[in-house]
């Protein structure tokens, strides 16, 4: 798919070159509002803004709402009023709100100048809820039917609002804006004639969420239930929208970037890879480089306070980074296990000590298969094949039962601590593998040199 949007692209631009514009009109009219987006947003700025003139006005709007904030941006800094106004008419409220929370001042005031009275209503609405919430995420525009209507009435009212709203397949009941159930568009066509009433065929065991409801938890019941859309209700148990499937997708697409970024020891970033420049990269990666840099200090303490002990026994000092990578390793496998479990909401805290458990059993087996196979390496290749005779059976030993301890407590600091910051209220990847992997690497060096002190001391 990538490679056909990309021949596309050139396609176009040979067009564009050659002045056939109307050619280029044909090709844009012929592809998905995604990838015209995609399209667009690899074009030079002055070429956006006269491709996307080319574009059908439904188009038009569909593509604008799928472009990123900084290609929206210019898009808008190249409109006339009426060129803005007929864009934002076309746009879902939940798009339009999101469009004037990403902007700059002086863009949001040009859109809210745009829209007409009824969208700027809702917009303000949208943007009074909590960022990152339900209410948020919500679009205000859903087909409501009424209980004592008939299935003749609903279908009236559904042609009759469809065109303004973003899902009509399920429909929601309602009575003084109280949500009472649900009934598909399929339970309306296969009623047995259309004076059947709506409250005969709906469904009353309704899920619904509340506005204050965390985006990520309100994405997670969409997946599990397989709904296309999840009425929103406020405090008083009124409903005020719903949340579509494909605001859930990308919700998912943002929470999973920023869980990934955060476990690789990077600040989560707004603007994508391609998008952003040295300058991007270099302040939402050195916060980390800097923490992690002085906290490797303890590790430099812990050899320096050792000095003597290296000094007589120096083989012990080629098994530190064996020794500490093993142990981030450990640490790692177990925090993004864990870390992926508590953001699909399998565990909570009080699972905590069946998870330490569990790791505990799991440690034990990968550190005994994992210290045999290192006295082995180390007897076969470091002291037989590389002839290091300071490499004694002794040495090996020492290696061998730290690196048994080390993936054991690698293991329950790598399952412990994002279940900590969940409870504390911290977001679980931040415990990810750079702070992990600082802390064991910490505890490896004091119980190695603690194992090598006791037993060649």
Not at 41 to 70: G, Q, V, W, Y
Request: hydrophobic share 50%; net charge negative.
């Amino acid at each position: 798919m990538a490679e056909k949007t990309v021949t596309m692209e050139r396609t176009l631009q040979k067009l564009l070159e050659e002045k056939k514009y109307n050619s280029v009109r044909d090709v844009l009219v012929t592809m998905n509002a995604a990838d015209v987006a995609w399209v667009l947003e690899k074009t030079e700025p002055d070429e956006t803004a006269r491709l996307f003139r080319l574009l059908p006005r439904d188009l038009a709007a569909e593509s604008f709402a799928e472009m990123e904030n900084e290609c929206r941006e210019t898009l808008i800094r190249s409109f006339s009023d009426a060129e803005l106004r007929q864009v934002i008419s076309e746009m879902y409220a939940d798009d339009a709100a999101d469009l004037v929370e990403d902007m700059p001042a002086g863009v949001v005031q040009r859109i809210l100048a745009a829209a007409d009275p009824d969208m700027r209503k809702d917009i303000n609405a949208l943007l009074r809820y909590p960022e990152q919430s339900a209410g948020a995420m919500m679009t205000t525009e859903y087909v409501s039917l009424r209980p004592e209507m008939t299935v003749r009435e609903a279908f009236t009212r559904i042609r009759g609002s469809a065109v303004d709203k973003e899902t009509i397949y399920t429909c929601y009941v309602t009575a003084d804006d109280r949500l009472l159930g649900t009934v598909s568009v399929k339970d309306l066509l296969l009623a047995k004639n259309d004076s059947v009433t709506v409250d005969s065929l709906m469904e009353t065991n309704v899920i619904s969420v509340e506005t204050r409801a965390d985006q990520e938890q309100v994405a997670q019941m969409l997946s599990r239930y397989n709904f296309l859309a999840l009425p929103v209700v406020d405090d008083d148990g009124r409903m005020v929208g719903i949340v579509t499937f494909d605001d859930a997708m990308d919700v998912l697409e943002e929470e999973t970037t920023e869980d990934m970024e955060l476990m690789g020891g990077v600040t989560p970033m707004e603007k994508t890879y391609v998008r952003s420049n040295p300058w991007d990269l270099y302040k939402h990666r050195i916060p980390w480089l800097l923490l992690l840099m002085i906290s490797a200090t303890f590790t430099g303490m812990i050899i320096t306070s050792f000095e003597n002990a290296l000094a007589a026994q120096v083989a012990l000092t080629a098994f530190i980074p064996m020794l500490m990578d093993t142990g981030g390793n450990s640490g790692s496998q177990a925090s993004v296990s864990i870390i992926r479990a508590l953001s699909l909401r399998e565990l909570e805290f009080r699972d905590i000590l069946r998870v330490i458990w569990k790791e505990i059993r799991t440690a034990v087996m990968c550190g005994v298969t994992l210290a045999a196979a290192c006295f082995a390496k180390i007897m076969l290749i470091d002291r037989l094949l590389l002839g290091n005779t300071d490499v004694t059976v002794i040495v090996a030993a020492v290696v061998c039962v730290t690196m048994a301890i080390t993936v054991m407590i690698a293991k329950v600091v790598g399952c412990s601590l994002p279940m900590l910051a969940r409870k504390i209220g911290f977001d679980p990847a931040v415990m990810a593998s750079p702070l992990i992997t600082t802390i064991v690497d910490a505890l490896s060096l004091l119980v190695y040199f603690g194992i090598a002190t006791a037993l060649l001391f």
